[in-house]
């Protein structure tokens, strides 16, 4: 369980993290989505007490993070897969965590095996690592004490798309047991594989935040059809709020209403998704552009 | 808990199943205990390629200089005094050098993501990378000394003209160099500038203190090389130890103090 309070970081007159309050519950998989320089990363470091925040608190299990037994047995974080020292091998970066942690050179491996890396891989040095492998070797070192809590900055970077399906499986049974994971993106696309549930943040507030499905199909349902405008007055005799746009129409109901009167009617739909006009995308790509038009903030 | 469920009536809540039990965190003291940190710390001192690299040339230099010594060097004087006199020189130049990667590396590699995060309390892992810098140099010494009697029975006079004062010194005296490099590194937490500033400083202010008229009368206080001349000698007496005391606290205790106050106090990132 992971629950964030007020959360606030200023950095002289800029503010990076403005008042962000939301509470992780354990069995989710909550993705942390936003675009570059919102603040997901400045957030994470307050949560696992690298940076002091400027107001507010965040707890894990109930405790600050620097209250907190044994860190490593119970919060499992990755905050960055490239700091990592090149000099050393994948195997002994875990071995040195794994002392500091209390855990046995048995659980090393198992952790290597749990992210599919080869006792080859785990022999070179980091240096050499393509950046999908500092991933899992990164991943591998948050499961190293089989923690509840699992916080991670942008795990699927880098991750080829197998293996980014192969990520939403491992975090999935993860919270299946009970653990608690929250995770940052700053891809849509990423983070819909692999999170359930979404925190989205852009300049530093909590623009959105719910079910993945719930935000997906804010905004009504986008339908196309071989005969729009037949479909737009048999919708509106229903008595559907519908709005012509650019390609198909978008409706003001579930996306279920719309296909049984398409096909009770006999319409051809060529197309039938959540989401509208003022979907999730839109309103990231809104947020992005927002950004990027100020510069590079952080 | 209390706490925490007081935060849930404000707090939005995301995900998860409202019936899920709420977890408990393990009881005991916040963080780990010192002795796996200090484990820890003094694996990673050798665990990386330029570590191991300075521990072997460490060795090497040490083992050429005293082959070249006993072959080439003036017979009377390779007794076992003047073998580890000349075996010490290049742990005295290097050993700091470990004590500054020690330092530094968790800002320069940007490992302090990890290591901080597996112990919040930064106080206690400057302290076991002090306490680890340490321990590596007396091992390393051991093995100097080690070398020094072998090349004393091989080829030196087999004098053993050492004594417990002189024995003493030299372990401080490079105690001292190795902490020093410690302060430096955490006092830059920035490797290059570390280790030139650990090497080229205290030259610099050496000469100066030394050409410099006005400034002789300080260099015979706050001169470290100076100061640490008599211990390496066995022959400390009367103002010597306030000497050094004064010298190591401007070049040792002091960048070491600053350098704690901005490893506690710097944002990791």
Same mark, same amino acid.
């Given at each position: 369980m992971i629950t964030i309070e007020n959360l606030t970081k200023r950095y002289g007159g800029f503010t990076?993290?403005?008042d962000i309050s939301f509470e992780v519950r354990p069995g989710s998989v909550v993705g942390f989505l936003g675009p570059n320089g919102a603040g997901k990363s400045t957030a994470m470091r307050m949560m696992t007490g690298l940076t002091p925040p400027t107001s507010g608190r965040a707890t894990l299990l109930g405790q600050t993070y620097r209250e907190v037994h044994n860190p490593g047995r119970q919060v499992g974080v990755m905050l960055d897969a490239s700091a990592q020292h090149p000099g050393r091998t994948g195997r002994e970066v875990l071995r040195v965590a794994a002392v500091s942690i209390g855990v046995s050179k048995a659980r090393v491996d198992e952790v290597l095996g749990l992210v599919g890396l080869t006792e080859e891989e785990a022999g070179r040095?980091?240096?050499?690592?393509s950046l999908g492998m500092r991933q899992r070797l990164g991943i591998a070192a948050a499961l190293l004490g089989e923690p509840q809590v699992l916080i991670l900055d942008?795990?699927?970077?880098?991750?080829d798309p197998q293996g980014i399906h192969w990520m939403r499986g491992l975090l999935r049974r993860f919270a299946d047991g009970g653990g608690t994971v929250l995770l940052s993106s700053h891809l849509l696309h990423e983070v819909q594989i692999v999170a359930d549930d979404l925190v989205m943040i852009g300049r530093g507030r909590i623009v959105a935040m719910g079910s993945k499905e719930e935000l997906l199909s804010r905004g009504g349902t986008t339908v196309r059809s071989t005969d729009d405008v037949r479909l737009a007055s048999l919708l509106e005799r229903a008595d559907v709020p519908v709005t012509k746009i650019g390609s198909g129409l978008v409706v003001d109901a579930e996306p279920g209403v719309v296909g049984r009167i398409a096909a009770d009617e006999r319409v051809v739909l060529l197309e039938l998704r959540s989401g509208?006009?003022?979907?999730l995308e839109e309103m990231f790509l809104g947020l992005t552009a927002a950004t990027s038009r100020e510069g590079d903030a952080a | 808990m209390s706490t925490t469920s007081l935060g849930t009536d404000t707090t939005p809540v995301v995900g998860g199943r409202a019936a899920a039990p709420t977890p408990t965190p393990l009881a @005991?003291?916040? %963080?780990?205990p010192f002795s796996r940190t200090y484990r820890a710390e003094l694996r990673k001192m050798v665990d990386t390629r330029s570590g191991r690299w300075m521990v072997i040339v460490m060795a090497a230099a040490a083992a050429l200089i005293l082959a070249g010594f006993v072959i080439w060097g003036p017979a009377e004087d390779a007794s076992f005094r003047g073998l580890l006199g000349l075996a010490t020189l290049p742990l005295a130049m290097l050993l700091p050098i470990i004590g500054v990667m020690a330092a530094t590396a968790e800002w320069s590699q940007r490992t302090g993501l990890v290591t901080f995060v597996l112990e919040p309390r930064r106080g206690r892992v400057v302290l076991a990378k002090a306490l680890g810098a340490l321990s590596l140099a007396v091992v390393v010494l051991a093995a100097a000394v080690a070398a020094s009697a072998l090349a004393n029975v091989t @080829?030196?006079? %087999?004098?053993?003209?050492?004594?417990a004062a002189i024995a003493g010194g030299t372990v401080l005296a490079l105690l001292v160099y190795v902490l020093q490099g410690v302060a430096f590194g955490l006092l830059f937490l920035n490797t290059p500038v570390a280790i030139v500033s650990v090497l080229v400083l205290p030259t610099v202010w050496s000469i100066a203190t030394t050409a410099i008229t006005s400034l002789q009368d300080v260099g015979r206080w706050l001169n470290l090389d100076t100061v640490t001349g008599p211990l390496f000698e066995g022959e400390m007496a009367g103002q010597d130890w306030a000497r050094l005391a004064t010298s190591a606290a401007v070049w040792v205790l002091l960048p070491l103090a600053i350098g704690t106050w901005r490893v506690l106090h710097r944002e990791v990132k």
């Open positions: 990076a993290v403005d040095r980091v240096r050499n690592y942008e795990p699927a970077n880098g991750l509208g006009s003022e979907g | @005991g003291q916040p %963080g780990v @080829g030196g006079t %087999g004098e053993w003209d050492m004594t």
